[in-house]
């Protein structure tokens, strides 16, 4: 790096460039700055630094929390120039940059204040922590070998004592603060992360030990456990295998904080195993379902029953719960081995492993909760998405939705996938594979059934069945043969990926919908909308009720789908400053320096919430709003998988060029379109509609008639004017709004669809990308996985119809928002209408939003009458139901990192005296 830029700390000290101090490397320079000062003041980098890994660990206790306390996360980052690499620990004021995933593998960040902090509780510790930073507007790329030694420039430190233990804190695999001795997931504490899990090495147990060794069954150990201490070897096979459970708290004293439990049985009966500690690190990946181990110097304890059990699947197999196996590291540690399949003897009279394997259309008899397993082609995959554990905790469930046919029914299997602590196959799921998932208990809500993960559940995917003791099984076998038969490419036109996907659907009735939730948790007030979209972490869900009236509905066609959303998401009515942003927690202030977007340096991102901006006043907002629907134009001339490149300084992307190769004149008429369509756009205010003309019924008034450029025909003028209107007509406003909007405090914008939202078309060749695009932000900077060179853009919409800009107010008109509602059709067989109780309606749009889809002709039979027409504009019209009508939203908020949150009305209920 040759740039001469440079970084003037608060103390006026100035850290020069690579190059004013006659070196390759920016770190260096900064910590030898560090070291040569008296006192450990604060600096900052010239340079952007990338940012190779962010890594989660358990925080220290505060002097006020106690035993019980909530535990709260820390985070070091891991930076490089290019030449060498640093690990630094952020600030706790800026944890909410990396819970909104603005901080994150592959970004640039300019370090624009840090310090060097020392332990005072620990000997020989210091490390450099981030104070406030400056994010890189435009995705980074590593310019360096990762798996190369990063700290080699580094060796310079150890000339003086502080740079020893300056340099040795950074060359340990440990975090940097607080004595933790390992790193966490860093999106949920359930799956194993980092490369301690996987390094163990476990010599098998050979013929020689079997033979030598003697053992006792479970049987006999039940009956002895409370008067021996010394217990003889035992040899057993796993039949089940739960989640990882991570029991860390601030308090806690112990190292790997982590428990997995094992069923295991021998000929005598079934017993549970349980894994403690660092022994979960260095075992848990290895002890598989079927695995036959040889266990010596265990203990035994009475069995702790306030747990989950597997369903035995084998009632000839007794189970003896009142005691259980600790297999410890310590005092003694216990000797585990593995047997090789190869040595496994008959004579041992080890059970089998057996499954309860059920069809779809069986599926529909079995009660709740019962325990089933399950096979079947994916043909959807849901994003990842998080769901809090409790309010205001920092801890989080990680799910996502996914369908599978078996072929004995149309139905799939709808399951509810949470992370079973198996990482690599929970990523790996995309449509087309055999997926394959133990342990499932079904559930039912309302009416709607589908199959959930227990603390059992295992999944397994293409390319993991070769050996599983379930590839015997009969109904296994039958779907096989099933597959054989069937055609790819029909597979191919049903499998979908990602999007939003709202299931179990709300309930018909509020009541219902009340009985799950606490009576402080059903309702949330209008002025709590922006603290709660603000307090999102990434790729979070969650569900809120709003009390409401619908002010303002605008239908938005199927090619205006927005890849993107602004920043600009506040409206303060008559350019009144809105409510601050600042918050009590550490979500507030996270820097005294400004955390600014390298690109847009006007946008402050030390504010957590920083797309809940103010916009423009009323009169502004006006100038700007747009008169010309994008679909009129868009409609008359498809760009089929063109991507958005620099297409507004008037060039065509190449891709577009080769769409049309036969259409000498679609360029010409491309650009009399865009000429056509600036002249609406630069009209004077004056000559406009005004905003709040309506008629008697309360819809607006068309808006004016478009300005034919120069050289436009009259019959493209006409057809222009024409798609216009009817998009004009696709608007409703409430007789109040007006009225309602000149005095609101605040009005939070999300009313665009974003690309993240919209469920895709599968694309086999690309399926490494688009897993990418629904799994979660990687902890680690990857660069065989990088793929950032295309776009969502380019995979087609699998429900393509359009959606409703809907404009919702709360009851004491202060505050409004605009969310998305995206309304499924009855008789599209996609994924967002499965499992849904769908029952025909009048297609107004009360209805519609009351049931969350639309009854189109295709779904009425012969012999019925038909609905209503399904048609927008026909749909808009009938908006008037809604005027000053009472109602409750139930919505459905998910942050998708940075400045892209989503909110989308699910439907509402009628509020009734």
């Known amino acids: 790096m040759s740039?001469?830029?440079?970084?003037?700390?608060?103390?006026?000290?100035?850290?020069?460039?690579?190059?004013?101090?006659?070196?390759?490397?920016?770190?260096?320079?900064?910590?030898?700055?560090?070291?040569?000062?008296?006192?450990?003041?604060?600096?900052?980098?010239?340079?952007?630094?990338?940012?190779?890994a962010v890594r989660r660990y358990l925080g220290e206790p505060s002097g006020e929390a106690g035993p019980g306390a909530a535990p709260c996360y820390l985070y070091d980052v891991t930076v490089a120039d290019g030449n060498c690499r640093l690990r630094c620990h952020l600030s706790p004021r800026l944890n909410p940059l990396v819970q909104r995933n603005c901080v994150r593998a592959g970004c640039g960040i300019r370090i624009t204040r840090c310090s060097l902090v020392y332990e005072e509780k620990r000997l020989n510790r210091c490390f450099l922590q981030i104070?406030?930073?400056?994010?890189?507007?435009?995705?980074?790329?590593?310019?360096?070998?990762?798996?190369?030694?990063?700290?080699?420039?580094?060796?310079?430190?150890?000339?003086?004592?502080?740079?020893?233990?300056?340099?040795?804190?950074?060359?340990?695999?440990?975090?940097?603060?607080?004595?933790?001795?390992?790193?966490?997931?860093?999106?949920?504490?359930?799956?194993?992360?980092?490369?301690?899990?996987?390094?163990?090495?476990?010599?098998?147990?050979?013929?020689?030990?079997?033979?030598?060794?003697?053992?006792?069954?479970?049987?006999?150990?039940a009956r002895t456990w409370r008067t021996r201490v010394d217990f003889p070897h035992l040899l057993v096979r796993v039949m089940y295998k739960s989640r990882l459970r991570y029991y860390g708290r601030p308090s806690t004293k112990v190292d790997f904080p982590y428990q997995a439990y094992l069923e295991v049985a021998d000929q005598s009966g079934m017993m549970t195993v349980v894994l403690w500690n660092s022994l979960c690190r260095e075992w848990y990946q290895s002890l598989h379902v079927g695995a036959v181990l040889l266990l010596h110097r265990y203990s035994a304890k009475q069995g702790y029953q306030q747990r989950t059990w597997a369903a035995h699947c084998?009632?000839?197999?007794?189970?003896?719960?009142?005691?259980?196996?600790?297999?410890?590291?310590?005092?003694?540690?216990?000797?585990?081995?593995?047997?090789?399949?190869?040595?496994?003897k008959a004579e041992w009279r080890l059970p089998d492993i057996k499954y309860n394997f059920i069809t779809r259309v069986e599926l529909d008899k079995m009660p709740d909760p019962y325990t089933c397993d399950i096979i079947g082609v994916v043909t959807f995959v849901g994003r990842c998405q998080r769901r809090r554990k409790e309010e205001g905790s920092e801890d989080f469930y990680l799910y996502r939705w996914v369908h599978a046919v078996d072929g004995s029914t149309q139905q799939p299997f709808i399951l509810e996938l949470f992370a079973t602590s198996q990482p690599e196959t929970f990523?790996?799921?995309?449509?087309?594979?055999?997926?394959?998932?133990?342990?499932?208990?079904?559930?039912?809500?309302?009416?709607?059934?589908?199959?959930?993960?227990?603390?059992?559940?295992?999944?397994?995917?293409?390319?993991?069945?070769?050996?599983?003791?379930?590839?015997?099984?009969?109904?296994?076998?039958?779907?096989?043969?099933?597959?054989?038969?069937?055609?790819?490419?029909?597979?191919?036109?049903?499998?979908?990926?990602?999007?939003?996907?709202?299931?179990?659907?709300?309930?018909?009735?509020?009541?219902?919908?009340?009985?799950?939730?606490?009576?402080?948790?059903?309702?949330?007030?209008?002025?709590?909308?922006?603290?709660?979209?603000?307090s999102l972490h990434y790729r979070e869900h969650r569900r809120i009720a709003l009390q409401a009236v619908i002010a303002a509905v605008r239908y938005i066609g199927p090619m205006e789908l927005v890849e993107g959303q602004g920043t600009d998401h506040v409206q303060n009515a008559r350019g009144v400053?809105?409510?601050?942003?600042?918050?009590?927690?550490?979500?507030?202030q996270l820097s005294s320096e400004p955390v600014q977007s390298g690109e847009r340096p006007e946008k402050d991102l030390n504010r957590p919430a920083e797309r809940l901006r103010n916009a423009p006043t009323k009169a502004q907002r006006r100038c700007q709003s747009p008169v010309l629907n994008h679909y009129a134009?868009?409609?008359?001339?498809?760009?089929?998988?063109?991507?958005?490149?620099?297409?507004?300084?008037?060039?065509?992307?190449?891709?577009?060029?080769?769409?049309?190769?036969?259409?000498?004149?679609?360029?010409?008429?491309?650009?009399?379109?865009?000429?056509?369509?600036?002249?609406?756009?630069?009209?004077?205010?004056?000559?406009?509609?005004?905003?709040?003309?309506?008629?008697?019924?309360?819809?607006?008034?068309?808006?004016?008639?478009?300005?034919?450029?120069?050289?436009?025909?009259?019959?493209?003028?006409?057809?222009?004017?024409?798609?216009?209107?009817?998009?004009?007509?696709?608007?409703?406003?409430?007789?109040?709004?007006?009225?309602?909007?000149?005095?609101?405090?605040?009005?939070?914008?999300?009313?665009?669809?974003?690309?993240?939202?919209?469920?895709?078309?599968?694309?086999?060749?690309?399926?490494?990308?688009?897993?990418?695009?629904?799994?979660?932000?990687?902890?680690?900077?990857?660069?065989?996985?990088?793929?950032?060179?295309?776009?969502?853009?380019?995979?087609?919409p699998a429900c393509d119809h359009g959606y409703y800009s809907v404009t919702i107010v709360g009851i004491n008109h202060q505050v409004a928002i605009d969310v998305v509602f995206r309304p499924s059709m009855k008789s599209h067989e996609g994924i967002c209408t499965l499992?849904?109780?769908?029952?025909?309606?009048?297609?107004?749009?009360?209805?519609?939003?009351?049931?969350?889809?639309?009854?189109?002709?295709q779904s009425t039979s012969g012999n019925q009458e038909g609905p209503a027409s399904a048609s927008p504009d026909h749909i808009v019209r009938t908006a008037a139901d809604l005027d000053n009508l009472h109602v409750i939203c139930i919505m459905d908020l998910c942050h998708h990192g940075g400045d892209n949150s989503e909110a989308i009305l699910n439907k509402i209920y009628r509020v009734t005296a």
């Open 314 to 344: 084998d009632s000839q197999v007794k189970s003896f719960r009142f005691v259980e196996i600790c297999l410890n590291p310590r005092e003694p540690r216990t000797k585990i081995q593995i047997v090789p399949t190869k040595q496994v």
């Open 3 to 52: 740039a001469d830029v440079c970084a003037v700390s608060p103390g006026g000290d100035r850290v020069g460039s690579a190059a004013d101090q006659g070196r390759s490397s920016v770190i260096p320079g900064l910590l030898l700055h560090l070291l040569s000062s008296a006192s450990p003041r604060s600096v900052g980098a010239g340079e952007f630094l990338s940012v190779l």
């Open 835 to 857: 499992g849904y109780p769908m029952e025909s309606h009048d297609n107004r749009l009360a209805s519609i939003l009351a049931s969350g889809y639309i009854c189109d002709e």
């Open 131 to 221: 104070e406030a930073l400056e994010l890189g507007g435009t995705e980074h790329r590593p310019q360096m070998d990762t798996s190369a030694p990063g700290c080699a420039p580094l060796r310079t430190l150890a000339s003086t004592q502080r740079g020893r233990v300056l340099l040795a804190t950074m060359l340990s695999a440990t975090p940097v603060k607080g004595g933790r001795t390992h790193y966490l997931p860093l999106w949920n504490n359930t799956d194993p992360s980092g490369p301690e899990w996987n390094s163990s090495k476990h010599s098998p147990a050979s013929e020689d030990q079997l033979d030598a060794c003697g053992f006792i069954s479970l049987q006999h150990l």
């Open 427 to 534: 990523q790996q799921i995309h449509p087309m594979t055999y997926l394959v998932c133990t342990q499932m208990r079904v559930a039912r809500e309302f009416g709607v059934l589908y199959l959930t993960t227990s603390n059992e559940s295992q999944i397994h995917i293409s390319g993991q069945h070769k050996g599983q003791p379930y590839t015997q099984d009969p109904k296994v076998q039958a779907f096989i043969q099933w597959v054989k038969g069937q055609h790819e490419k029909q597979l191919l036109k049903k499998s979908v990926m990602g999007g939003y996907y709202s299931f179990p659907p709300a309930p018909s009735l509020f009541q219902d919908y009340c009985k799950n939730l606490n009576d402080e948790a059903v309702l949330t007030s209008a002025s709590d909308l922006k603290r709660v979209i603000a």
């Open 633 to 796: 134009l868009r409609r008359r001339y498809p760009l089929r998988n063109s991507r958005k490149t620099d297409n507004s300084k008037g060039q065509t992307s190449r891709m577009s060029r080769k769409k049309f190769p036969d259409a000498p004149g679609l360029l010409r008429r491309r650009k009399q379109a865009s000429r056509s369509r600036a002249g609406l756009l630069t009209r004077k205010a004056s000559d406009r509609v005004p905003a709040d003309t309506v008629n008697g019924k309360g819809f607006s008034q068309a808006a004016e008639e478009p300005v034919a450029a120069n050289k436009v025909s009259d019959e493209d003028a006409r057809t222009e004017e024409m798609e216009m209107n009817s998009t004009s007509r696709c608007t409703w406003e409430s007789t109040l709004w007006p009225e309602i909007k000149e005095h609101l405090s605040v009005h939070l914008q999300f009313g665009q669809l974003l690309s993240e939202s919209v469920p895709r078309t599968f694309d086999y060749k690309h399926r490494d990308f688009l897993m990418q695009q629904c799994n979660l932000q990687p902890a680690e900077y990857k660069t065989d996985t990088v793929t950032s060179n295309m776009d969502l853009g380019r995979f087609g």
């Open 577 to 588: 400053s809105g409510p601050s942003l600042k918050e009590d927690n550490a979500s507030s």
